[in-house]
DNA sequence: CCGGATCCCCAGGGATACTG
DNA sequence: CAGTATCCCTGGGGATCCGG
């Protein structure tokens, strides 16, 4: 990409990640850990090889990236941030809490993965009660599973399935996520096709961030 | 642009602001308040006046800005961010947080504004002594003035001069900002050209974050 | 002088096919 | 699987011009 040529902090940070594509790959790479070319095509529908093989070389001689050859049973390359990539994270987060507010518009054409369920929880709700035993969610949409955990006050995720959770939420992506996330309440999401299958009361102690405490 | 069409949020926030200019017009509007066309033009060295047009109407379009006639003694138009568009400021924060880190090759065709530097203290520096009198620093850098205010644990930034500063700070945009921010330290700013008149032990109360406390 | 619109040119992105 | 090569076309950059 062109450079900005300001003495500016956001334009300088734009000027290596400004290009298309270029923060889409590295949420692939937060989100699924040092992965080869085709791991991230996959995690990226929409993108062009070529595009992604020159984003990849930039990104590398950016040093936010290294390639890897792995060890011989896989014995391809995998790339993997850097220090320098992996501090990106506070501003894909921060864009990402941005973007909820454009999450409720549905669009047949738009593609899921397992992994973006995933992030979403983990980044963008917290947990209201600390002091309550843990507990696990299921979350199912669109062939996409992933496990949410909360629990001493922290809410991790991942995607997969769990064994015996405690609450099981399955439905469209912007059922479930839109629920979790707050951007829509219990009843819009059942409208648009939430199915619950356990403890219902463990919502409550979820709290999406950026909303007042307290709501459902 | 064209969309990503992906149901992540990341991927949903860059449909809107992941063009080229776009977070640097939201920026500026941030720094300025609501700006006139010309305004954000000269905010803005580099861009074409058309395409700063088109971005200004996609963003209205988008509902980020909105145009508004000012009244007669000026009777033009302001473009002002709306409550969606100020809400990208924690994401601007935290992309220029991590932009710091390459502000410190100097590069000659750098275009530099007096906002510019008034927004980096008091985005990323903090107070060390909230109980201490609050102080005055004027910043001086390459014809851009500007005025950092610290007390009662806050720090804020404006351009222009102060009557009677604590201290005054002068020198080239990387010794300025690098100090101030904490990619150098005082030796290396002194050697890279920054002048400094009045109480100095005021530097010591700032503290860049992200950061360990204490750094000089 | 402000707030654009128009035109031309070229770099960068998208789709597909092909190769080690 | 992991890319490279090719072609096409859109979208950005730069200059100029125009109405208020």
């Known amino acids: ?13 734009l000027d290596v990640v400004g290009d298309r594509w270029t923060l889409l790959i590295v949420r692939e790479l937060l989100l699924q850990g040092p992965a080869r070319f085709t791991d991230l095509k996959n995690g990226l529908p929409g993108i062009a090889a070529n595009l992604l ?9 950016a040093e936010l990236i290294s390639r890897d050859d792995a060890p011989p049973p896989v014995a391809t390359t995998l ?30 054409e738009d593609t899921f993965r397992a992994q973006w369920l995933a992030y979403a929880p983990e980044w963008f709700v917290a947990d209201n009660a600390p002091d309550a035993p843990p507990a696990t969610i299921q979350l199912s949409s669109a062939d996409a599973h992933a496990v949410l955990e909360v ?25 479930v996520l839109g629920l979790l996330t707050g951007v829509i309440d219990f009843e819009q ?28």
């Not at 999401?189 to 463990?202: C, D, N, P, S």
């Open 1 to 13: 990409m062109r450079s900005y040529d300001q003495y500016c902090s956001i334009a300088r940070a």
């Open 53 to 61: 093989s020159t984003r990849l070389r930039e990104l590398e001689q």
């Open 79 to 108: 790339y993997r941030l850097t220090e320098t990539g992996l501090a990106l994270e506070p501003a894909l987060q921060a864009l990402g809490l941005w973007g909820l507010r454009f999450m409720t518009s549905v669009r047949p």
């Open 151 to 175: 629990g001493a006050g922290r809410v991790s995720s991942h995607t997969g399935a769990a064994p015996d959770p405690d609450l099981v939420l399955d439905g469209p992506p912007h059922a």
């Open 189 to 216: 999401a059942t409208q648009l096709g939430l199915a619950t299958r356990g403890r219902r009361e463990v919502l409550t102690r979820l709290r999406p961030i950026g909303r007042a405490a307290g709501s459902p």
